[in-house]
């Protein structure tokens, strides 16, 4: 069974940084890519970043140069550092299991605000 945990979300001011963790279990970790999406109150889930099995990585247009993602398959874990937080960042991050699979996270929430 897939499980994947979040943590690391917190209250953080503008300008700062946060860096999420997700724990993997139940599946093969370093043989899938794994995601990470966004929710906003009154919006919808949205992607924000992604890393393959061999590392590639790519990003959702208003966190690149920002965001980065990386995966420890020692630790089945894979990270989002996220710097220069903006109040639009604010969301609860959720990691999912590739890019179209029903394996999400519970999330864990990300507050921007001075």
């Known amino acids: 069974q897939v499980h994947l945990v979040e943590s690391g979300g917190g209250l953080v001011q503008p300008g700062g940084s946060l860096r999420l963790s997700c724990a993997a279990s139940?599946?093969?970790?370093?043989?899938?890519?794994m995601t990470w999406y966004r929710q906003a109150p009154g919006k919808e889930r949205e992607f924000v970043a992604g890393i393959s099995t061999g590392s590639l990585r790519h990003y959702a247009d208003a966190v690149k140069g920002r965001f980065t993602i990386s995966r420890d398959n020692a630790k089945n874990t894979v990270y989002l550092q996220m710097n220069n937080l903006k109040s639009e960042d604010t969301a609860v991050y959720y990691c999912r299991r590739s890019y179209a699979t029903p394996d999400w996270g519970q999330g864990t929430q990300v507050t921007v605000s001075s």
């Open positions: 139940g599946f093969t970790f370093s043989g899938n890519a």
